[in-house]
């Protein structure tokens, strides 16, 4: 799969191929062995790429992250080969949105919201709980702005990407 990320208003494509239990990650002319996992109940993955091994932490939703590795914190603008298509036909680059929608990072059951209608949120404020595998996630806005929608309930089930709240 192909992916676009801009990291500090440098743009970087590159290539994830799987095959077997390998990873290589592909950008330009260089192959790196990747291997990453996720540390359980928590946003950190530890990745190895080329026999270095680091701590990530990731937080975001929409395509837009924070990324935190050792220590330094990036923002990333991620749009795989869909995304990608969509841009180059409709001329839209993702980075001219505004606000954001939270979306449902897996499949699970809401089990608290933390913000209302004309909230006003910041980057890293908790805004909906999520349970999913006997685990509870809190789901932050990746943004600042106005919570304009709330589109679910306490209680409510909900699928992977299915949208929750809607920030701008």
Do not use: C
Not at 115 to 131: F, H, I, S, W, Y
Not at 143 to 160: D, H, N, T
Request: no cysteine; proline share 3%; glycine share 12%.
């Amino acid at each position: 799969m192909k992916y676009r990320v801009r990291i500090a208003e440098e743009d970087i494509e590159l290539e994830i191929r799987h095959s077997g239990d390998a990873t290589d990650v592909v950008i330009g002319d260089r192959v790196l062995t990747a291997d990453v996992v996720r540390i359980a109940g928590s946003p950190v993955y530890s990745l190895v790429l080329d026999g270095r091994s680091h701590e990530v932490s990731v937080h975001g939703r929409s395509g837009r992250f924070e990324l935190v590795i050792g220590g330094e914190s990036y923002d990333a603008h991620v749009m795989d080969e869909r995304a990608m298509r969509i841009s180059e036909t409709t001329g839209d680059v993702g980075e001219q949105q505004s606000g954001e929608t939270v979306l449902a990072p897996m499949p699970g059951v809401v089990v608290g919201l933390s913000v209302a209608v004309g909230d006003t949120v910041t980057p890293g404020q908790g805004v909906v709980t999520l349970e999913a595998m006997k685990m509870e996630n809190e789901l932050k806005s990746a943004v600042e702005g106005v919570v304009k929608e709330i589109k679910v309930e306490v209680g409510q089930g909900v699928a992977q990407g299915e949208p929750l709240v809607v920030i701008e």
